[in-house]
């Protein structure tokens, strides 16, 4: 009887991969606007991995196991609506000539002046309702008013941390550079308020007309972590306020003990 050679095929096994599992966190939407686009951009400044879904009432996120959660929660965390808003000068003038009431107190810098309280509810109380549009604050533990006129919201195309001082670089778009150096052109030698998410985070007086498209934006004392976070916020773009509804585990249990 004659052997045959035998030819022994090996054939290789795909490698098992573990199947994915996280945490989810699903979030309750104000309205249908779809949110899709801004995360992604903000969730690419940052380097940070998740799945998006979304219908017209939720946004879910899904974290892969080892994810940087708490970061991807304080992305979340921030709107990201950004404002420059001109100080009124009739209105600041005249601030400085009142008389205010008991605890309430006139902050100049030259002719353009804001108010100073224990709170803001004092500030209220004395400032009438004359059709003016007012920006709250705080400064030195105290809240603050300002008297300002329609504000300026420019696309922000990039943003890093500052060197060497607390802040972000900011670059505008072509249109943003365009509206922002007219906006400071007429706003030299008054405060322009900076609005972060509705509250004044600083408000520098203009001393000349900014042209080259970038500004600085600080807001206190912030740890860098922070202010990658706001940068990736203000690149990708403004998100309304969202409610955190769960924060649930997805995927196949874990086989771990």
Same mark, same amino acid.
């Given at each position: 009887? $004659?052997?045959?050679? &035998?030819?022994?095929?090996?054939?290789?096994?795909?490698?098992?991969?573990?199947?994915?599992?996280?945490?989810?966190?699903?979030? $309750?939407?104000?309205?249908?606007?779809?949110?899709?686009?801004?995360?992604?951009?903000?969730?690419?400044?940052? $380097?940070? +991995?998740?799945?998006?879904?979304?219908?017209?009432?939720?946004?879910?996120?899904?974290?892969?196991?080892?994810?940087? &959660?708490? +970061?991807?929660?304080?992305? *979340?965390?921030?709107?990201?609506?950004?404002?420059?808003?001109? =100080?009124?000068?009739?209105?600041?003038?005249?601030?400085?000539?009142?008389?205010?009431?008991?605890?309430?107190?006139?902050?100049?810098?030259?002719?353009?002046?804001?108010?100073?309280?224990?709170?803001?509810?004092?500030?209220?109380?004395? &400032?009438?309702?004359? %059709?003016?549009? *007012?920006?709250?604050?705080?400064?030195?533990?105290?809240?603050?008013? *300002?008297?300002?006129?329609?504000?300026?919201?420019?696309?922000?195309?990039?943003?890093?941390?500052? $060197?060497?001082?607390?802040?972000?670089?900011? /670059?505008?778009?072509?249109?943003?550079?365009?509206? *922002?150096?007219?906006?400071?052109?007429?706003?030299?030698? +008054?405060?322009?308020?900076?609005?972060?998410?509705?509250?004044?985070?600083?408000?520098?007086?203009?001393? =000349?007309?900014?042209?080259? %498209?970038?500004?600085?934006?600080?807001?206190? =004392?912030?740890?860098?972590? /922070?202010?990658?976070?706001?940068?990736?916020?203000?690149?990708?773009?403004?998100?309304? =306020?969202?409610?955190?509804? +769960?924060?649930?585990?997805?995927?196949?249990?874990?086989?771990?003990?």
């Amino acid at each position: 009887m $004659k052997w045959l050679p &035998l030819a022994l095929l090996l054939i290789g096994c795909p490698e098992r991969r573990e199947p994915e599992r996280g945490l989810q966190l699903v979030y $309750k939407k104000p309205n249908a606007v779809p949110l899709r686009a801004a995360v992604d951009r903000r969730l690419a400044q940052l $380097k940070l +991995r998740a799945n998006l879904s979304e219908d017209d009432h939720t946004l879910t996120v899904r974290v892969p196991e080892g994810g940087d &959660l708490s +970061r991807i929660k304080a992305l *979340f965390a921030q709107r990201g609506h950004l404002e420059f808003c001109p =100080e009124n000068a009739t209105v600041a003038g005249k601030w400085c000539d009142e008389q205010w009431p008991a605890g309430v107190v006139v902050d100049s810098v030259g002719k353009t002046c804001s108010l100073l309280a224990a709170d803001r509810s004092a500030l209220e109380a004395a &400032l009438p309702d004359a %059709g003016a549009e *007012f920006a709250w604050g705080t400064s030195g533990g105290q809240a603050s008013a *300002f008297s300002i006129t329609s504000c300026l919201s420019p696309r922000i195309v990039a943003a890093e941390v500052a $060197k060497g001082q607390p802040g972000l670089m900011l /670059d505008f778009d072509r249109a943003g550079a365009r509206d *922002f150096a007219a906006l400071t052109s007429t706003t030299v030698g +008054r405060r322009l308020i900076v609005r972060l998410d509705g509250v004044v985070a600083s408000a520098p007086v203009v001393m =000349e007309a900014i042209t080259g %498209g970038r500004a600085v934006l600080t807001t206190g =004392e912030q740890q860098r972590e /922070d202010w990658e976070v706001l940068a990736a916020a203000l690149v990708g773009g403004a998100l309304p =306020e969202l409610e955190l509804l +769960r924060e649930e585990r997805w995927g196949p249990p874990s086989l771990r003990k």
